[in-house]
């Protein structure tokens, strides 16, 4: 790195404290209401606790027994955030001495702005607070940017620090410092907690830290917290590190101080050297980073069969059943997915923003319901997954029938694959739409002979397994496998499988160097690969017939021609490859018998070829790790 890294040849540790011994882990006798992201929405979240009795007309606790969660993101974007914050907090007093409670989890925006990383803080949320500053204080502070600024014009230099220092600001960061009234009762809370049978968190829980307890997570969290928050202290005492850098500018600045520090002092080391040592350090630590539980978005956003690993292997562990995030916004309903194993309750509170409405999850008398404002009780929505739906704005059965059915308008050679297969464009009711044709059949009519000859069959490349792919997909609800029909183009027989438009393949995002941005990793997605593969004994996966989509890095199957072999083991390339298995894919699986398999792929398979999928899911159970190993 630059001259400072190289003036520190030692890292030194600031001392840390643990997290307090407060409890993490409650029973709540009566009613749970919980809420996700009110970003400063103060009124319709303040109807909201009204409807639900919560609060009283004056804004006193009025629930009794009951416990109150919040999800994290109280503030930021909002012009309430301060009586937000500052309501929750007199509710907390109240409601226990009424024999209640009140929680909340820390939401990565509540760490931003006490970390002094204040990019989403609206004009309103800084004015909110001009009444805690002095006019003596920003002139005080004005003349600190002079200093680094000298040689800028004074007219134009106290333009730009009323551009970057508005009013409020002081006042904000004094009420958000660890002695502030605010930041003091903000540094305190968890990132995790447990009431009855939910766990709460901002984001979501990550594969690395799936197996943590939530004590684990909430010491590790405030770790990071207290060792940054003193660093900065430090940095501020010494002179060198002023209110007003913003966040990310940080580590620039001070990289600059400390390269005239050395031009200066020679061979000399500052004592504010350790604590700058710290907040490069910080890069890494567990509570900035994108898998911390009030980050992750991979449990609201990523393939269920793979996430449910993750969640369910954290929920067992942690003596629960249910995990509620927010973070990530719905389109304004709260949503349960992984079969009920999490439910999003972000629904975008803050309308002006994210259009949503005001919602509450209630648990009582052991049923859980949603409250959404002026509008009262209702069940979660189930989540709802469709590839065609995403890639054609069909159903299944729709875009089955169009390319079955749509006019032929165009064929042209794609120019790749051994077989030479073709890009067909179809065209129905004022619609175009592209497929790849494939027509090579090796060894025609396997799929009704009365035997089955393993030594031939088996090395057979059939169109024809393509369709059997996208059914069995399906049978599993995957929605990996794009649909795939028989048809005849131009006199071949063949199947038609949907075009995956705005996708990359695997191939070409590595030779192109393009990053994979995604918020769900490459390896995880890749365990339904494995399992998928496996299950078909696909002997040609390979980097072009695995895509991406190009906005999110979701992964995609094409190419199942060489799949369906009878053996009872797995393909070569699988043969070591760990499988994890979540229970949710495994009542998927568990579900495939002879009898549907038959109904679904007789068509298109040999009852041999049948038998062996069946088996080859038996070896999956066999020999893969589930979640609560």
Same mark, same amino acid.
């Given at each position: 790195?630059?001259?400072?890294?190289?003036?520190?040849?030692?890292?030194?540790?600031?001392?840390?404290?643990?997290?307090?011994?407060?409890?993490?882990?409650?029973?709540?006798?009566?009613?749970?209401?919980?809420?996700?992201?009110?970003?400063?929405?103060?009124?319709?979240?303040?109807?909201?606790? /009204?409807? #639900?009795? @919560?609060?009283?007309?004056?804004?006193?606790?009025?629930?009794?027994?009951?416990?109150?969660?919040?999800?994290?993101?109280?503030?930021?974007?909002?012009?309430?955030? /301060?009586? =937000? =914050?500052?309501?929750?907090?007199?509710?907390?007093?109240?409601?226990?001495?009424?024999?209640?409670?009140?929680?909340?989890?820390?939401?990565?925006?509540?760490?931003? @702005?006490?970390?002094?990383?204040? $990019?989403?803080?609206?004009?309103?949320?800084?004015?909110?607070?001009?009444?805690?500053?002095?006019?003596?204080?920003?002139?005080?502070?004005?003349?600190?940017?002079?200093?680094?600024?000298?040689?800028?014009?004074?007219?134009?230099?106290?333009?730009?620090?009323?551009?970057?220092?508005?009013?409020?600001?002081?006042?904000?960061?004094?009420?958000?410092?660890?002695?502030?009234?605010?930041?003091?009762?903000?540094?305190?809370?968890?990132?995790?907690?447990?009431?009855?049978?939910?766990?709460?968190?901002?984001?979501?829980?990550?594969?690395?830290?799936?197996?943590?307890?939530?004590?684990?997570?909430?010491?590790?969290?405030?770790?990071?917290?207290?060792?940054?928050?003193?660093?900065?202290?430090?940095?501020?005492?010494?002179?060198?590190?002023?209110?007003?850098?913003?966040?990310?500018?940080?580590?620039?600045?001070?990289?600059?101080?400390?390269?005239?520090?050395?031009?200066?002092?020679? %061979?000399?080391?500052?004592?504010?050297?350790?604590? #700058?040592?710290?907040?490069?350090?910080?890069?890494?630590?567990?509570? *900035?980073?994108?898998?911390?539980?009030?980050?992750?978005?991979?449990?609201?956003?990523?393939?269920?069969?793979?996430?449910?690993?993750?969640?369910?292997?954290?929920?067992?562990?942690?003596?629960? &059943?249910?995990?509620?995030?927010?973070?990530?916004?719905?389109?304004?309903?709260?949503?349960?997915?992984?079969?009920? !194993?999490?439910?999003?309750?972000?629904?975008?509170?803050?309308?002006?923003?994210?259009?949503? !409405?005001?919602?509450?999850?209630?648990?009582?008398?052991?049923?859980?319901?949603?409250?959404?404002?002026?509008?009262?009780?209702?069940?979660?929505?189930?989540?709802? !997954? &469709?590839?065609?739906?995403?890639?054609?704005?069909?159903?299944?059965?729709?875009?089955?029938?169009?390319?079955?059915?749509?006019?032929? @308008?165009? @064929?042209?050679?794609?120019?790749?694959?051994?077989? %030479?297969? %073709?890009?067909?464009? #179809?065209?129905?009711?004022?619609?175009?739409?592209?497929?790849?044709?494939?027509?090579?059949?090796?060894?025609?009519?396997?799929?009704?002979?009365?035997?089955?000859?393993?030594?031939?069959?088996?090395?057979?490349?059939?169109?024809?397994?393509?369709?059997?792919?996208?059914?069995?997909?399906?049978?599993?609800?995957?929605?990996?496998?794009?649909?795939?029909?028989?048809? %005849?183009?131009?006199?071949?027989?063949?199947?038609?499988?949907?075009?995956?438009?705005?996708?990359?393949?695997? /191939?070409?995002?590595?030779?192109?160097?393009?990053?994979?941005?995604?918020?769900?990793?490459?390896?995880?997605?890749?365990?339904?690969?494995?399992?998928?593969?496996?299950?078909?004994?696909?002997?040609? $996966?390979?980097?072009?017939?695995?895509?991406?989509?190009?906005?999110?890095?979701?992964?995609? *199957?094409?190419?199942?021609?060489?799949?369906?072999?009878? /053996?009872?083991?797995?393909?070569?390339?699988?043969?070591?490859?760990?499988?994890?298995?979540?229970?949710?894919?495994?009542?998927?699986?568990?579900?495939?018998?002879?009898?549907?398999?038959?109904?679904?792929?007789?068509?298109?398979?040999?009852?041999?070829?049948?038998?062996?999928?069946?088996? $080859?899911?038996?070896?999956?159970?066999?020999?893969?790790?589930?979640?609560?190993?």
């Amino acid at each position: 790195m630059r001259l400072l890294l190289r003036l520190i040849a030692i890292a030194l540790c600031v001392s840390v404290l643990a997290v307090p011994g407060q409890a993490q882990e409650f029973t709540a006798p009566g009613r749970v209401v919980a809420f996700g992201d009110v970003h400063g929405a103060y009124d319709d979240w303040v109807a909201l606790l /009204r409807e #639900l009795g @919560v609060i009283d007309n004056q804004n006193n606790w009025s629930g009794g027994n009951a416990h109150l969660v919040s999800v994290g993101d109280l503030i930021d974007r909002g012009p309430g955030s /301060r009586q =937000v =914050v500052e309501l929750l907090m007199q509710l907390e007093q109240q409601a226990q001495a009424a024999g209640g409670a009140v929680h909340l989890t820390l939401g990565n925006h509540e760490v931003m @702005v006490l970390t002094g990383d204040l $990019r989403y803080v609206s004009p309103q949320e800084f004015a909110s607070f001009a009444d805690m500053e002095t006019a003596a204080e920003r002139e005080a502070l004005f003349a600190e940017y002079r200093r680094f600024n000298p040689d800028v014009d004074a007219s134009a230099l106290r333009a730009e620090f009323d551009r970057k220092v508005p009013p409020g600001f002081i006042g904000l960061k004094k009420a958000y410092a660890p002695d502030g009234h605010l930041g003091k009762w903000l540094i305190r809370q968890p990132l995790v907690v447990k009431v009855n049978d939910k766990a709460y968190m901002h984001g979501g829980i990550a594969s690395a830290n799936s197996t943590e307890t939530i004590g684990s997570l909430n010491e590790k969290a405030a770790s990071d917290l207290k060792g940054y928050l003193d660093a900065l202290e430090a940095l501020e005492a010494a002179g060198v590190m002023p209110r007003f850098v913003p966040f990310h500018e940080r580590l620039d600045f001070l990289n600059a101080r400390a390269e005239e520090f050395a031009a200066a002092n020679p %061979k000399e080391r500052a004592e504010w050297f350790t604590p #700058l040592q710290v907040l490069f350090d910080a890069q890494e630590y567990f509570l *900035f980073g994108q898998d911390s539980p009030n980050w992750y978005r991979g449990s609201s956003l990523c393939h269920p069969y793979s996430e449910a690993f993750n969640t369910e292997r954290f929920l067992k562990k942690v003596g629960a &059943s249910q995990l509620v995030v927010g973070h990530t916004p719905t389109s304004g309903d709260v949503v349960q997915r992984m079969g009920g !194993r999490v439910i999003r309750l972000d629904t975008g509170m803050l309308k002006s923003v994210y259009k949503g !409405r005001a919602s509450a999850l209630v648990s009582a008398g052991g049923e859980t319901w949603v409250h959404y404002l002026g509008t009262g009780r209702a069940e979660p929505r189930a989540e709802q !997954r &469709s590839l065609s739906q995403s890639t054609a704005s069909m159903s299944d059965g729709a875009l089955e029938a169009f390319m079955e059915r749509g006019e032929i @308008v165009n @064929v042209q050679d794609i120019g790749t694959g051994i077989t %030479k297969p %073709k890009r067909v464009t #179809l065209s129905a009711n004022g619609e175009q739409r592209d497929a790849v044709f494939k027509y090579e059949d090796t060894n025609p009519g396997i799929e009704s002979r009365s035997s089955y000859n393993r030594r031939r069959n088996d090395k057979s490349d059939r169109f024809i397994y393509d369709v059997a792919a996208y059914k069995l997909d399906r049978m599993l609800d995957l929605q990996l496998v794009p649909v795939s029909v028989l048809r %005849k183009v131009r006199g071949d027989e063949g199947a038609l499988g949907d075009w995956l438009t705005g996708t990359i393949n695997e /191939r070409d995002r590595m030779e192109d160097e393009v990053p994979f941005n995604s918020y769900c990793k490459k390896n995880e997605q890749y365990r339904l690969r494995f399992i998928f593969d496996i299950l078909i004994y696909n002997e040609d $996966r390979n980097l072009t017939n695995i895509l991406w989509t190009k906005d999110d890095f979701m992964m995609r *199957f094409i190419d199942h021609t060489l799949a369906f072999r009878t /053996r009872d083991d797995r393909p070569k390339q699988y043969r070591k490859v760990p499988i994890l298995l979540s229970d949710l894919f495994a009542e998927q699986l568990q579900a495939l018998n002879e009898e549907n398999l038959t109904t679904q792929l007789g068509p298109y398979l040999h009852p041999k070829q049948i038998e062996a999928i069946v088996e $080859r899911r038996d070896l999956i159970f066999k020999e893969a790790q589930r979640t609560g190993e």
